[in-house]
Nanobody, 124 residues
């Protein structure tokens, strides 16, 4: 059974930073394409970033480019999302997700396994 678990959320002031972590069990993490999504109150869940398993090639949504960095440590079975220059508009529940597909995507329907989410709140 696949389990995905995020951690690292919290409350931060505008302009600050947070690093989210995600672990996944029950799958071959080192061969799995991974992604980060977020969902703000009253809004649809949206793709933030994805990363390929071997080369670590990354993709980002335009609204986080230059501020967020996704990375992975395959031996530690951990995915990261470094979030810098945070603004109140980044306030959301952040989700880690894994896909059985062999391509990177920012579309939530392309992902099969989800964590429970971690709250990120940015105060002004």
């Amino acid at each position: 059974q696949v389990q995905v678990v995020e951690s690292g959320g919290g409350l931060v002031q505008a302009g600050g930073s947070l690093r989210l972590s995600c672990t996944a069990s029950g799958l071959n993490f080192g061969a799995t394409y991974m992604g980060w999504f977020r969902q703000a109150p009253g809004k649809e869940r949206e793709g933030v970033s994805c990363i390929t398993p071997f080369s670590g090639t990354t993709s980002y949504a335009d609204f986080v480019k230059g501020r967020f960095t996704v990375s992975r440590d395959n031996p530690k079975v951990t995915l990261y999302l470094q979030m810098d220059s945070l603004s109140p508009e980044d306030t959301a529940v952040y989700y880690c997700a894994a896909t059985r597909n062999k391509y990177c995507s920012l579309t939530k329907s392309n992902f099969h396994y989800w964590g429970q989410g971690t709250q990120v709140t940015v105060s002004s």
